[in-house]
Each structure stands twice: as C-alpha cells, then as structure tokens.
C-alpha cells in the first residue's frame, strides 16, 4: 500500500482502452483519469488490452513514452497492477517496469477491502469462440513469442496491423453469442478460485451480473471499453458502481 492512512478506501479497475496514437481523444480521456480521478485511489488494475495492439517493449516511439511516463507518475502514489489482454500479450516486465505497474497472471485472485474476487482480462471465458481460443494457444507458446520478438520493429508493426485487419472481419462474421463467455467456464472458474466475485473485461459489454452456482449467489462484473466515453470500475469497502466519462469534444 503505497497511500497514507489518511487515504480513502478505493481502488479502480479498467480494461479495453485500445490505445493508439490515431485516437488521441482516448488517449486524452485516459491521461486525464490517471491525473484527476487515479490519484486517489489505493490501486489501479488495468485487465488487459490497454494498447489497440502492443509490438514489443522495445517500442520508443513517443506515444508509447508519453503513456508509460503518465503510468509512471501516477505509481508513485497509487499501486498499478497489470494483466495482458488478447491485443498487448507481449507486453512484458520491462514496459512493466518503464511504467511502474507489477505484472500478473492470467488469472489473479486477489483480496480487496476484506472480500475476495478473481480478476482476469476474460478472452479466456469465451469458449465457443474455438477459432480465437486455437490462436490464442499459439500465440502464448514460447516458441511463436521468440520469433515475433526477434523480428525488426517495423515488421512487426505490420504484421500487426494485418492482423487487426483479419480480426475485425472475422469478428463482423461471428455470431455475439460466440464472442461472450460461456457461462459454465465462468463458473468453473469461479469454483476453482472459491470467489463469489469476479471482474473482467474483453467482452466490451460492461454489466454487473448476478447469478447462482453450487448454491452460491455470485457476481460477474463486466468493465466498459474505451471506445466512446472513458469507463471505469470504482471499487470501495462499500460496494462497487461502472463509471464512465464522455471524450473532451473540445
């Protein structure tokens, strides 16, 4: 904990900004969250897909600078945790470390303000989605990482835009059905972690689902994407509420 004492008892969690350097109005909103409302929280979690896609952590280009110098200011006072989403995968310990955020794995379970909750980016849920879940497999692997990793920066780069290309066309085809999580992996989950709660984003369907299991009454809290408005989850000992905050159109 790196607030004094004297800190209210709140922490946020965020997902799906897709940051790039062509949407300089996310990017705004986002430095705008991580100096106005980031700085009185105890922690913020970022579940993944932070960047619209992520080349390697020896990109210097300047708006990757830009962001990790705004993260890292904002680490000074507030604990930053990190998951990888399905678009910056490969972003690893040195950005991390550029940035002043810790690294977690895939799936974390964490205790927070006396509750326990399992937290992860999400894509992992969706198991009907069985072409994404063959590429996902791959692109974990050590062997396909050390080949992306030693290709030039610029190769990379197209490669990249390919394959956002591919994926925003084989997503217009795919049913939303397929693209949600699954229910039972949800879950199992769940039951593996022994949570009630459990916060993810990925689906850009932010909502705050209530069901039981194993005669258990849980909740599934979905985070907002960055697409249209800043969004975020405010998470204090008394509850939890999405928030989201409209573009400057100015």
Request: glycine share 4%.
């Given at each position: 904990m790196t607030n004094s004492n004297s800190a209210p008892a709140v922490s946020y969690f965020i997902a799906d900004l897709h940051l790039a350097d062509n949407r300089p109005d996310i990017t705004a909103c986002f430095i705008s969250f991580l100096q106005?409302?980031?700085?009185h929280a105890e922690k913020l979690f970022i579940l993944g897909d932070l960047f619209e896609?992520?080349?390697g952590d020896d990109d210097d280009s300047p708006?990757?600078?830009?962001?990790?110098?705004?993260?890292?200011?904002l680490s000074a006072q507030t604990e930053i945790f990190f998951i990888q989403g399905n678009r910056d995968f490969l972003l690893?310990?040195?950005f991390a470390k550029r940035s002043g955020m810790t690294l977690l794995p895939d799936v974390e379970k964490i205790s927070l303000y006396q509750q326990?909750?399992?937290i992860l980016h999400g894509d992992t849920l969706c198991t009907r989605d069985v072409a994404y879940q063959a590429f996902r497999k791959k692109s974990r692997s050590w062997w396909w990482q050390g080949i992306m990793k030693n290709l030039p920066l610029f190769l990379r780069k197209r490669i990249a835009e390919n394959y956002r290309r591919k994926s925003a066309a084989s997503t217009a085809m795919k049913s939303q059905d397929i693209?949600?999580?699954t229910q039972e992996e949800v879950e199992r989950v769940m039951a593996e972690q022994q949570v009630n709660l459990m916060i993810h984003g990925h689906t850009h369907r932010p909502a705050v689902h209530h069901f039981t299991s194993d005669n258990n009454a849980?909740?599934?809290v979905v985070l907002g994407d960055w697409y249209d408005q800043g969004s975020w989850l405010k998470f204090t000992p008394h509850g939890y509420e999405l928030l989201n905050q409209p573009f400057d159109k100015s």
């Open positions: 106005h409302q980031a700085p896609y992520w080349l708006f990757v600078a830009s962001i990790a110098t705004a993260l890292k200011t690893g310990k040195a326990e909750l399992v693209m949600d999580v849980r909740t599934r």
